[in-house]
Protein backbone atom coordinates (compact mmCIF):
# COMPACT_ATOMS: atom_id res chain seq x y z
CA UNK A 1 0.00 0.00 0.00
CA UNK A 2 2.94 2.04 0.89
CA UNK A 3 4.70 1.54 -2.10
CA UNK A 4 1.18 2.54 -4.72
CA UNK A 5 1.42 5.84 -2.74
CA UNK A 6 4.79 6.33 -3.40
CA UNK A 7 4.60 5.63 -7.23
CA UNK A 8 1.32 7.95 -7.07
CA UNK A 9 3.29 10.55 -5.59
CA UNK A 10 6.36 10.20 -8.20
CA UNK A 11 3.77 10.17 -11.07
CA UNK A 12 2.20 13.60 -9.99
CA UNK A 13 5.37 15.04 -9.26
CA UNK A 14 6.36 13.82 -12.99
CA UNK A 15 3.43 15.52 -14.34
CA UNK A 16 4.55 19.08 -12.66
CA UNK A 17 7.44 18.77 -13.99
CA UNK A 18 6.65 17.81 -17.17
CA UNK A 19 4.05 20.57 -17.36
CA UNK A 20 6.62 23.45 -15.99
CA UNK A 21 8.54 22.45 -18.78
CA UNK A 22 6.91 23.25 -21.56
CA UNK A 23 6.41 20.00 -22.60
CA UNK A 24 2.38 20.15 -22.32
CA UNK A 25 0.55 22.08 -25.22
CA UNK A 26 0.60 25.64 -24.57
CA UNK A 27 -2.16 28.58 -24.79
CA UNK A 28 -2.57 30.12 -27.89
CA UNK A 29 -1.31 33.35 -27.54
CA UNK A 30 -4.34 35.48 -29.52
CA UNK A 31 -2.95 39.07 -28.85
CA UNK A 32 -0.20 38.56 -30.94
CA UNK A 33 -2.61 38.27 -33.80
CA UNK A 34 -4.67 41.10 -33.07
CA UNK A 35 -4.83 43.99 -35.23
CA UNK A 36 -5.41 47.87 -35.13
CA UNK A 37 -8.67 48.95 -34.92
CA UNK A 38 -10.37 51.73 -36.60
CA UNK A 39 -9.47 55.76 -35.82
CA UNK A 40 -12.05 57.39 -34.38
CA UNK A 41 -14.26 59.77 -36.55
CA UNK A 42 -15.26 62.96 -34.72
CA UNK A 43 -17.88 64.93 -36.45
CA UNK A 44 -17.32 68.22 -38.03
CA UNK A 45 -19.95 70.27 -36.10
CA UNK A 46 -18.43 69.52 -32.86
CA UNK A 47 -15.14 71.55 -31.73
CA UNK A 48 -13.68 70.86 -28.65
CA UNK A 49 -12.78 74.28 -25.78
CA UNK A 50 -9.25 76.12 -25.56
CA UNK A 51 -7.74 74.75 -23.37
CA UNK A 52 -4.72 77.52 -23.34
CA UNK A 53 -5.82 80.34 -21.72
CA UNK A 54 -7.74 77.82 -19.17
CA UNK A 55 -4.59 77.67 -16.57
CA UNK A 56 -3.28 80.99 -17.55
CA UNK A 57 -1.25 83.08 -14.55
CA UNK A 58 -1.73 86.92 -14.70
CA UNK A 59 0.89 89.05 -15.69
CA UNK A 60 3.52 90.06 -12.14
CA UNK A 61 3.45 93.91 -12.22
CA UNK A 62 6.87 95.26 -13.72
CA UNK A 63 9.57 96.09 -11.16
CA UNK A 64 12.34 98.80 -11.90
CA UNK A 65 15.54 97.40 -10.83
CA UNK A 66 16.89 94.14 -8.88
CA UNK A 67 14.96 92.95 -6.07
CA UNK A 68 17.57 91.69 -3.39
CA UNK A 69 16.58 88.78 -0.67
CA UNK A 70 17.76 90.40 2.51
CA UNK A 71 16.69 93.98 3.44
CA UNK A 72 19.12 96.45 2.94
CA UNK A 73 21.16 97.47 5.87
CA UNK A 74 22.10 101.16 7.12
CA UNK A 75 24.86 99.32 9.47
CA UNK A 76 27.83 98.14 7.13
CA UNK A 77 29.29 94.67 7.67
CA UNK A 78 32.55 94.45 8.84
CA UNK A 79 35.11 91.58 7.49
CA UNK A 80 34.38 88.84 10.51
CA UNK A 81 30.58 89.49 10.74
CA UNK A 82 28.61 86.79 10.65
CA UNK A 83 26.91 85.59 7.86
CA UNK A 84 23.15 84.41 9.81
CA UNK A 85 21.82 87.37 11.23
CA UNK A 86 17.89 88.30 11.51
CA UNK A 87 16.56 91.45 10.39
CA UNK A 88 13.38 92.51 11.53
CA UNK A 89 11.11 94.84 10.04
CA UNK A 90 10.02 96.49 13.56
CA UNK A 91 11.55 98.68 15.96
CA UNK A 92 13.91 97.49 17.79
CA UNK A 93 12.28 97.96 21.22
CA UNK A 94 9.03 95.82 19.61
CA UNK A 95 11.97 93.61 18.27
CA UNK A 96 13.34 93.03 21.22
CA UNK A 97 9.78 91.93 23.41
CA UNK A 98 8.69 89.90 20.58
CA UNK A 99 12.41 87.82 20.59
CA UNK A 100 12.04 87.10 24.52
CA UNK A 101 8.74 86.15 23.47
CA UNK A 102 10.01 83.55 20.88
CA UNK A 103 12.94 82.11 23.30
CA UNK A 104 10.68 81.73 26.18
CA UNK A 105 7.61 79.69 24.52
CA UNK A 106 10.26 77.84 22.33
CA UNK A 107 12.35 77.08 25.31
CA UNK A 108 15.66 75.53 23.74
CA UNK A 109 17.66 76.74 26.36
CA UNK A 110 17.74 78.21 29.87
CA UNK A 111 17.41 82.01 29.65
CA UNK A 112 19.71 84.38 32.03
CA UNK A 113 19.26 88.04 33.59
CA UNK A 114 17.67 89.91 30.96
CA UNK A 115 18.57 93.33 30.00
CA UNK A 116 16.07 94.94 28.77
CA UNK A 117 18.05 98.76 28.27
CA UNK A 118 20.43 97.23 26.01
CA UNK A 119 18.66 94.68 24.51
CA UNK A 120 20.60 91.53 25.31
CA UNK A 121 18.93 88.12 26.18
CA UNK A 122 21.78 85.56 27.81
CA UNK A 123 20.69 82.25 27.01
CA UNK A 124 22.56 78.76 27.59
CA UNK A 125 21.53 76.12 24.69
CA UNK A 126 22.89 72.28 25.21
CA UNK A 127 24.47 71.05 22.05
CA UNK A 128 24.24 67.14 21.36
CA UNK A 129 26.30 65.60 18.98
CA UNK A 130 27.13 61.06 18.11
CA UNK A 131 30.38 59.96 17.30
CA UNK A 132 30.21 56.96 15.38
CA UNK A 133 32.41 54.66 16.12
CA UNK A 134 33.08 51.33 14.53
CA UNK A 135 33.33 48.31 16.60
CA UNK A 136 31.43 50.06 19.97
CA UNK A 137 28.38 52.22 20.94
CA UNK A 138 28.47 55.68 19.17
CA UNK A 139 29.15 58.16 21.69
CA UNK A 140 26.89 60.86 22.28
CA UNK A 141 28.56 64.51 23.57
CA UNK A 142 26.50 67.03 25.55
CA UNK A 143 27.37 70.35 25.46
CA UNK A 144 26.19 73.70 27.05
CA UNK A 145 26.95 77.04 25.30
CA UNK A 146 26.58 79.97 26.88
CA UNK A 147 25.01 82.47 23.97
CA UNK A 148 23.54 86.13 24.56
CA UNK A 149 21.03 87.15 21.79
CA UNK A 150 21.42 91.25 20.95
CA UNK A 151 18.61 93.21 19.36
CA UNK A 152 20.44 96.07 17.70
CA UNK A 153 19.05 99.05 16.17
CA UNK A 154 19.34 99.32 12.44
CA UNK A 155 17.28 102.70 10.84
CA UNK A 156 13.81 101.88 11.52
CA UNK A 157 13.94 98.27 11.89
CA UNK A 158 16.27 96.04 13.78
CA UNK A 159 18.80 93.16 13.39
CA UNK A 160 19.29 89.88 15.58
CA UNK A 161 22.80 88.28 16.18
CA UNK A 162 24.16 85.69 18.48
CA UNK A 163 27.59 86.52 20.40
CA UNK A 164 29.32 84.69 22.56
CA UNK A 165 30.18 85.85 26.46
CA UNK A 166 32.71 87.54 25.73
CA UNK A 167 30.84 89.72 23.07
CA UNK A 168 32.24 88.61 19.60
CA UNK A 169 29.59 87.00 16.85
CA UNK A 170 29.74 83.42 16.44
CA UNK A 171 28.25 81.55 13.84
CA UNK A 172 28.16 78.00 15.64
CA UNK A 173 25.15 75.36 16.12
CA UNK A 174 23.82 76.98 19.23
CA UNK A 175 23.38 80.24 17.29
CA UNK A 176 21.69 79.07 14.22
CA UNK A 177 19.41 77.09 16.48
CA UNK A 178 18.65 80.50 18.35
CA UNK A 179 18.12 82.34 14.95
CA UNK A 180 15.97 79.94 13.36
CA UNK A 181 13.48 80.00 16.68
CA UNK A 182 13.68 83.13 16.25
CA UNK A 183 13.26 83.54 12.37
CA UNK A 184 10.05 80.45 13.22
CA UNK A 185 8.02 82.95 15.50
CA UNK A 186 9.56 86.42 15.13
CA UNK A 187 9.17 86.99 11.01
CA UNK A 188 7.12 83.59 10.30
Same mark, same amino acid.
Given at each position: ????? +?? %???????????????????? @?????????????????????? $?????????????? $?????????????????????????????????????? &?????????????????????????????? @???????????????????????????? +??????????????? $?? %??? &?????????
Amino acid at each position: MKLLN +VV %RIVLLAGVFVVAGCGLLPKR @KEVYLKAEQGKTLAIPPDLDSP $SRRDAMRVADAPAV $SGPISDKPKSEIQPTPDDIADKLFVDAAPEICFQNVRD &ALEQAQIGVLGEIDSKARRIPITVDIQSTE @KRRFRKDKVNKQSLRRVVVVLADGTKSR +VVVEDSEGHPVDDEA $SK %RII &AVIREHVSG
